[in-house]
């Protein structure tokens, strides 16, 4: 088998014969490298220069002609932007910092005896679920101060049937109602939901191929009523429809858990909805209207009694 021979960038050259001791009595910032083998067959030369930059210099700096200059500065663009996107990140974490201390010594500190007794126990009066939205924060449009409200939030501030399952909003429903004892229940929709935007756009015979549609799928019935009882209207009118029936949906379905339905009926429990809308920045809350035996009137809507709107 043919044995290719190395291609030197120098005055020296090493035949097959050429002894290793005689390797290492060539200059060594002189010393031939080999070159990388094509498809071909052949060797391609390759040209290094190993070079000091002082006669103490500590280290070597390698030089290569073939190397891509193109691909060392998109490197050095990587690493700016890596660093850049750190520096934000810690501007962001530095902000969040300040807020966090902001809250020590305005209202930790101020209200010491408070945040102690909490650090004891919690008898919130509200269990609000509310929408994961980052534009609906309960507590910032509510008030709710630290102990007043126990809060779980998802996609569209549904609440799923007992048989639909287990998820985090029952097993909350389950903690809050049957051991922290809350009073009230009050689920918040609100305007431009995303959630119930993908409710109403799902096609009844497509599989669920995302999470999103296996959770919005709790509010169906929502966007059937929805569906035949403003046909008429534009899809966007259709959404800010269904937001708002899906909160009487949810309500509903609250009464599928026992322990609810018999807590409300016992009168120690109220259920109530609540919409805000932050285009127009205004809120509505009802309550369920409880009649056992009766929760839906001819026409497909709830019972609802204590309308009031916030404007």
């Excluded at 021979?5 to 020296?12: D, E, I, R």
């Excluded at 035949?15 to 390797?23: E, I, M, P, R």
């Excluded at 990388?36 to 280290?59: A, H, M, Y």
């Excluded at 929709?189 to 756009?201: D, F, K």
Aim: include cysteine.
């Amino acid at each position: 088998m043919a044995v290719l021979a190395p291609t030197s960038v120098s005055k020296y050259s090493i035949s097959n014969s050429s002894s290793s001791s005689d390797f290492h009595r060539i200059p060594f910032n002189t010393r031939p490298i080999f070159g990388s083998k094509l498809k071909s067959g052949k060797v391609q030369p390759t040209q290094l220069r190993l070079l000091t930059t002082s006669d103490n210099c500590p280290g070597l700096t390698v030089k290569a002609s073939r190397e891509s200059l193109g691909i060392t500065e998109q490197h050095k663009n990587i690493k700016l932007e890596r660093v850049a996107e750190t520096d934000d990140r810690s501007e962001l974490f530095e902000d969040m910092k300040q807020r966090f201390l902001d809250f020590k010594n305005h209202k930790y500190m101020e209200n010491l005896e408070h945040y102690q007794n909490l650090a004891k126990g919690q008898a919130p009066k509200f269990m609000v679920i509310s929408c994961a939205d980052s534009r609906v924060c309960p507590s910032t449009i509510l008030g709710f101060q630290p102990g007043e409200a126990f809060i779980v939030r998802n996609i569209a501030n549904l609440v799923p049937s007992l048989e639909s399952g287990p998820s985090e909003t029952n097993a909350a429903l389950e903690f809050s109602v049957n051991s922290l004892k809350v009073e009230n229940i009050l689920v918040v929709g609100h305007s431009c939901c995303g959630g119930i935007r993908a409710l109403m756009s799902m096609d009844d015979e497509i599989e669920k191929s995302s999470f999103i549609q296996n959770w919005v799928v709790v509010g169906k019935d929502a966007r059937s009523w929805t569906k035949a009882a403003a046909s008429t209207l534009s899809f966007d009118q259709q959404c800010k429809h269904c937001e708002k029936e899906s909160i009487n949906r949810s309500l509903l379905n609250l009464l599928t858990y026992p322990w609810i339905e018999e807590k409300v009926k016992q009168g120690v429990l109220a259920v109530h909805g609540g919409y805000y809308d932050f285009v127009e920045c205004t809120f509505e809350k009802w309550t369920l209207d409880y009649k056992e035996g009766n929760l839906k009137e001819k026409h497909g809507r709830i019972s609802v009694k204590n309308h009031l709107f916030w404007s």
